[in-house]
């Protein structure tokens, strides 16, 4: 069993950042950590991967350049620091975590309870 909690979304002009954090507790060993979002209608969608040794990781190309995705093996936490953001990196932000490293949410096996990310124009 993995329990994975977000923390550290909000309210943020455009060009703004913000920096997401998903603590995970159990047996994270092995396992590979994505961070997924869904704007209001429409679908999830994969944003970026990691593995918990730190590699393996990949993102989309909508968000590649801008957010990075890193772990603190330490404090059992990945985080995703989002910079010049845009207001179509508006959604509520969920961390996921499973056994294969994929870009498919359904194959993920946990997952947190989200965080919005709101970005003004």
């Known amino acids: 069993q993995v329990q994975l909690v977000e923390s550290g979304g909000g309210l943020v002009q455009a060009g703004g950042s913000l920096r997401l954090s998903c603590a995970a507790s159990?047996?994270?060993?092995?396992?590979?950590m994505g961070w997924f979002r869904q704007a209001p209608g429409k679908e999830r969608e994969f944003v970026a991967r990691?593995?918990?040794?730190?590699?393996?990781?990949y993102y989309s190309e909508s968000v590649k350049g801008r957010f990075t995705i890193a772990r603190d093996n330490a404090k059992n936490t990945v985080y995703l620091q989002m910079n010049s953001l845009k207001p179509e990196d508006t959604a509520v932000y969920y961390c996921a975590a499973g056994s294969l490293p994929t870009i498919v949410g359904r194959l993920y096996d946990y997952w947190g309870q989200g965080t919005q990310v709101t970005v003004s124009s």
């Open positions: 159990g047996r994270t060993k092995s396992t590979y």
């Open positions: 990691i593995t918990w040794s730190g590699t393996m990781i």
